[in-house]
């Protein structure tokens, strides 16, 4: 699925940025968590092929702190309209024509199953954001 993504990236001339500040270890089910990164990726492509701007970048960040890996996804799209905040992640809630409104849902049915949070909002340079927390793995978490 990385490939494809990696491939996606490249032929659109999209950018991806990153910045790791740690490598947290978390205890999941990887081809869950795997499914939430490709649905943000996806929407962030999607955005940024709506916006036709020059500046076509993904940033991705890494890090934690005592109790949570943090992960957040910022694309250079237009960003989130304001009244669409309110059920961005319902089920079958969609902004794209062929949308099917289960991306997102899903994406926080998995991080809720793995006792995380993820939040969106409009980043202040443009585009949108999405963070994710999930608890770090007991035994990796910092003492």
């Known amino acids: 699925p990385y490939t494809t993504l990696f491939r996606s990236?490249?032929?659109k001339r999209i950018t991806l940025l990153q910045?790791?500040?740690?490598?947290?270890?978390?205890?999941?089910?990887?081809?869950?968590?795997?499914?939430?990164?490709?649905?943000?990726?996806?929407?962030?492509i999607d955005a940024i092929n709506e916006n036709n701007s020059d500046v076509r970048e993904i940033l991705i960040s890494?890090?934690?702190?005592?109790?949570y890996a943090y992960l957040s996804i910022v694309d250079s799209g237009l960003g989130i309209?304001?009244?669409?905040?309110?059920?961005?992640?319902?089920?079958?809630k969609?902004?794209?024509?062929?949308?099917?409104?289960v991306g997102l849902w899903l994406s926080k049915t998995i991080i809720e199953r793995h006792q995380g949070n993820i939040a969106a909002s409009n980043h202040e340079r443009g585009g949108a954001c999405f963070e994710i927390q999930i608890p770090l793995n007991e035994r990796a978490r910092i003492k």
Do not use: M
Not at 62 to 67: L, V
């Open 19 to 44: 910045q790791y500040e740690s490598n947290p270890i978390v205890y999941g089910d990887g081809v869950q968590l795997q499914q939430v990164l490709i649905n943000l990726f996806n929407n962030a």
């Open 81 to 92: 309209n304001p009244t669409a905040f309110e059920s961005l992640f319902e089920l079958y």
């Open 62 to 67: 890494i890090g934690n702190n005592e109790s």
């Open 94 to 101: 969609t902004s794209k024509p062929s949308g099917l409104g």
């Open 9 to 11: 990236l490249q032929s």
